[in-house]
């Protein structure tokens, strides 16, 4: 079935909002999409007997199995399409969201799974977050703050947190990036700044809402 994109943007919000609480009001969601409640009311209705979502006034939203389906699909075409831009095309990473945004409500399944293998199938965007496969699978992993990182400790970036511009384009200017090799150096307990080592550079101190949000792994 062909979804508008308003409804697939309700579908994936509803997902992602998800992520943090099982139930899903609707206040949070019409703050989600910076709509009016009354407008999230009548959306939700529609979602309701379309059969994507559980729905009862006053007691939240909560996605079915087809649900589900439908906004992994519209994350898995958003984060292939991310991949696309930044490393075929070279756009910054700052740059992309906003055109995977238009380009994830694309209904071919023929071409996401052509762009999958022209891709490589990879597992994650130029962001870190994880990219499902055509059945909706997650790849495993798990990855830390900086901030939580134990001093001393090699560390590899593998996502970021806050995918703003503003916050992409900091860490550029930083040259932080996916695959950045660095360790914990200092921590300062007065405002929760980290000084950091990257590999070949001096030490540099970051602000402690930049260390939060930067997602590392163990360097093996």
Same mark, same amino acid.
């Given at each position: 079935?062909?979804?508008?994109?308003?409804? #697939?943007?309700?579908?994936?919000?509803? &997902?992602?909002?998800?992520? =943090?609480?099982?139930?899903?009001?609707?206040?949070?969601?019409?703050?989600?999409?910076?709509?009016?409640?009354?407008?999230?009311?009548?959306?939700? !209705? !529609?979602?309701?007997?379309?059969?994507?979502?559980?729905?009862?006034?006053?007691?939240?939203?909560?996605?079915?199995? $087809?649900? /589900?389906?439908?906004?992994?699909?519209?994350?898995?075409?958003?984060?292939?399409?991310?991949?696309?831009? *930044?490393?075929?095309?070279?756009?910054?990473? #700052?740059?992309? %969201?906003?055109?995977? =945004? $238009?380009? =994830?409500?694309? +209904?071919? +399944? !023929?071409?996401?799974?052509?762009?999958?293998?022209?891709?490589?199938?990879?597992?994650?965007?130029?962001?870190?977050?994880?990219?499902?496969? /055509?059945?909706?699978?997650?790849?495993?992993?798990? %990855?830390?703050?900086?901030? #939580?990182?134990?001093? %001393?400790? %090699?560390?590899?970036?593998?996502?970021? +947190?806050?995918?703003?511009?503003?916050?992409?384009?900091?860490?550029?200017?930083?040259?932080?990036?996916?695959?950045?090799?660095? $360790? @914990?150096? !200092?921590?300062?307990?007065?405002? +929760?700044? @980290?000084?950091?080592?990257? /590999?070949?550079?001096?030490? *540099?101190?970051?602000?402690?809402?930049?260390?939060?949000?930067?997602?590392?792994? &163990?360097?093996?």
């Amino acid at each position: 079935m062909k979804y508008s994109p308003s409804q #697939e943007n309700y579908i994936k919000a509803v &997902y992602h909002l998800q992520l =943090e609480s099982s139930t899903v009001t609707t206040n949070a969601l019409a703050q989600a999409l910076d709509t009016r409640p009354a407008s999230v009311t009548d959306m939700l !209705k !529609k979602l309701k007997l379309q059969k994507l979502l559980l729905y009862e006034k006053y007691r939240g939203v909560k996605l079915t199995a $087809e649900g /589900r389906r439908l906004a992994v699909q519209i994350i898995r075409k958003h984060r292939l399409w991310e991949f696309f831009l *930044v490393h075929t095309l070279r756009f910054g990473w #700052e740059e992309v %969201h906003e055109i995977a =945004e $238009e380009l =994830e409500h694309i +209904g071919s +399944g !023929k071409l996401v799974d052509r762009l999958d293998a022209f891709l490589g199938f990879p597992q994650h965007d130029p962001h870190g977050d994880p990219i499902p496969d /055509r059945l909706g699978k997650l790849p495993a992993g798990t %990855h830390s703050a900086l901030s #939580e990182m134990p001093l %001393h400790r %090699h560390a590899v970036v593998r996502g970021i +947190g806050d995918q703003r511009p503003v916050m992409l384009d900091l860490l550029r200017d930083q040259q932080i990036a996916l695959g950045t090799k660095l $360790e @914990v150096q !200092k921590k300062f307990s007065v405002d +929760g700044s @980290v000084q950091i080592k990257i /590999r070949g550079r001096q030490p *540099v101190n970051i602000s402690a809402y930049a260390a939060k949000n930067i997602l590392v792994g &163990y360097d093996k």
